[in-house]
């Protein structure tokens, strides 16, 4: 999910006018997401919006399909995209301002397939950061899903220029 106005973000910053494309330690923000789903082996499918073009020519460049959804927010474009493509099968969705490890996607995974909701939401002290599972087949159906909360350690949840100095703080200490 790559398609948000960012206005929290107060963009422009460093240089970027899209939040997925914000540099945080010298690396787009996208960028993290997407090399955490690679190590992980999963397609990645982006969706993005009109509030999103530099995006999305960005992610067309590094080869990533994308799909365009209507730009009306992160459930409403989720949902759009479960219903006009009929996705009948698990989706793993991940926001695109995310900075997380593959084990996060690991027990994610792992949580989901062990509980017994057709979907999950990835929380971190009781906040959603912007991950979730969702059973295509069941929202076929039905706009509500049950849900079920999904504790994680290790995602931050950039959104705004504090969060992006945060997660430098965080990656360096990784780093050393």
């Not at 914000?22 to 992980?40: H, M, N, Q, R």
């Not at 067309?60 to 006009?84: L, N, T």
């Given at each position: ?12 910053y ?18 993290y997401s997407?090399?955490a ?9 982006a ?18 399909s ?7 927010g992160y ?7 479960i219903?006009?493509?009929r ?8 926001s695109?301002?995310?900075i ?6 690991f027990?994610i995974?792992d949580?989901y397939?062990?509980c ?7 929380v ?7 991950i979730n599972?969702?059973d295509g ?13 999904c504790?994680?350690?290790?995602v ?16 360096k200490?990784f780093?050393?």
């Amino acid at each position: 999910m790559c398609g948000g106005k960012g206005k929290r973000m107060n963009l422009p910053y460093r240089g970027a006018r899209e939040k997925p494309l914000v540099p945080v330690s010298g690396k787009k923000l996208i960028d993290y997401s997407l090399t955490a789903l690679k190590e992980v082996k999963l397609d990645v499918l982006a969706l993005t919006s009109p509030n999103s073009p530099e995006t999305e020519n960005y992610l067309k460049e590094k080869g990533i399909s994308v799909i365009r959804a209507p730009g009306k927010g992160y459930v409403e474009d989720m949902m759009w995209f479960i219903e006009k493509f009929r996705f009948s099968f698990p989706l793993l969705v991940v926001s695109a301002d995310l900075i997380f490890i593959k084990n996060e996607i690991f027990r994610i995974l792992d949580f989901y397939y062990r509980c017994d909701k057709p979907a999950i939401t990835a929380v971190k002290n009781s906040e959603n950061v912007g991950i979730n599972v969702v059973d295509g087949y069941y929202t076929l159906f039905t706009e509500f899903q049950p849900e079920e909360k999904c504790k994680v350690k290790w995602v931050v949840n950039v959104n705004s220029r504090k969060d992006v100095e945060c997660a430098e703080n965080i990656l360096k200490k990784f780093k050393s």
